[in-house]
């Protein structure tokens, strides 16, 4: 095997592999990943490729890392750890986040990643009329709010990741709440996979959570529609399954580091990410 930058990998090849593994990526979704993070491909003589890994970086101190498949004819035979160990490399000293399938969860733990929490992958046909009174007022996200923006999510992602959101602000439809002139929750919603995702969204409550998710969902009633969450129960939990977006699967979030990555238990009033941007950028 040979290993190389991710970027010298034909677009069709890297969609080609995720498909493979039934992931819903389109080869938009893998060009917005490209242009964002690095990544490396491992090929055999001939320019196969076996498999793939790629990390994000979030501020000086933090990095997320997806996208990591192997070939499924290729499976089990030490592409995948063989990547991890550059990504590793690659990313130290900073603290190292992920959102682990069952099928990776052995390897990363046997590399020492600790697990953290649950995510459930809802999704579905959405099916909602956006009927929900938000406290406080509820507006499109306007350039000169992604300062605060930027801070409420640094506090609830526990990294600064302001390049992220400003990328992900210019390709998605995007919502502010806002309570006493301050912006108290943000949600974005754009293309993605089979449909849209809603995320990242980011809420003090489960209240002003439901209030910027259901307007995205019912703007999107009759299509696909994916949210992350790590809300198992609540309003917020009973929002989804209302809307028509159960829970199809599980990851589990896990970390590298000295100290956990999410808050253990986040204070009350302290603003939650209540939907993950992605799988592969958390
Ligand atoms: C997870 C995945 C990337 C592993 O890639 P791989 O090239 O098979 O990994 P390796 O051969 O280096 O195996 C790493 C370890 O995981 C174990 N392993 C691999 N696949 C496994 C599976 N399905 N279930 C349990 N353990 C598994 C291997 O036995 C190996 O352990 P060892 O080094 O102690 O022998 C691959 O199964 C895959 O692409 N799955 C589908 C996509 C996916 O879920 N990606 C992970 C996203 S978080």
Not at 15 to 33: G, I, K, N
Not at 87 to 106: E, F, K, S
Not at 168 to 184: C, F, H, P, T, W
Not at 209 to 220: D, Y
Request: with cysteine.
């Amino acid at each position: 095997m040979r290993i190389g930058d991710i970027r010298d990998v034909a677009l069709g090849r890297l969609h080609a592999l995720s498909m493979a593994v039934r992931w819903p990526h389109r080869e938009a979704d893998w060009e917005m990943l490209l242009g964002f993070g690095h990544g490396l491909a491992a090929s055999d003589e001939i320019g196969r490729v076996l498999s793939t890994a790629m990390w994000f970086t979030h501020g000086e101190d933090f990095a997320t890392m997806g996208m990591l498949i192997t070939s499924p004819r290729l499976q089990t035979h030490g592409a995948g750890r063989w990547l991890m160990e550059h990504v590793i490399a690659q990313t130290a000293p900073r603290r190292l986040g992920l959102n682990a399938t069952r099928a990776a969860q052995p390897l990363y733990r046997s590399m020492g990643f600790k697990d953290e929490a649950t995510v459930y992958q809802c999704q579905g046909e959405a099916r909602l009329t956006a009927d929900v009174k938000p406290r406080g007022m509820l507006r499109p996200i306007a350039p000169a709010d992604m300062d605060a923006i930027a801070a409420l999510d640094r506090v609830a992602f526990g990294a600064d990741r302001r390049r992220l959101l400003d990328l992900l602000a210019g390709m998605s439809q995007g919502l502010v709440l806002e309570r006493d002139g301050a912006v108290v929750g943000y949600g974005l919603c754009r293309p993605f996979g089979r449909g849209y995702v809603v995320g990242p969204l980011v809420a003090t409550t489960d209240e002003d959570a439901v209030a910027l998710a259901a307007p995205h969902i019912a703007a999107h009633a009759g299509s696909f529609v994916r949210l992350d969450t790590r809300s198992e129960a609540g309003p917020f939990a009973e929002l989804l399954v209302r809307a028509g977006l159960p829970v199809f699967d599980t990851v589990t979030t896990m970390s590298l580091a000295s100290s956990p990555w999410l808050p253990v238990a986040p204070s009350a009033g302290a603003p939650r990410i209540y939907a993950l941007a992605s799988h592969a950028l958390s």
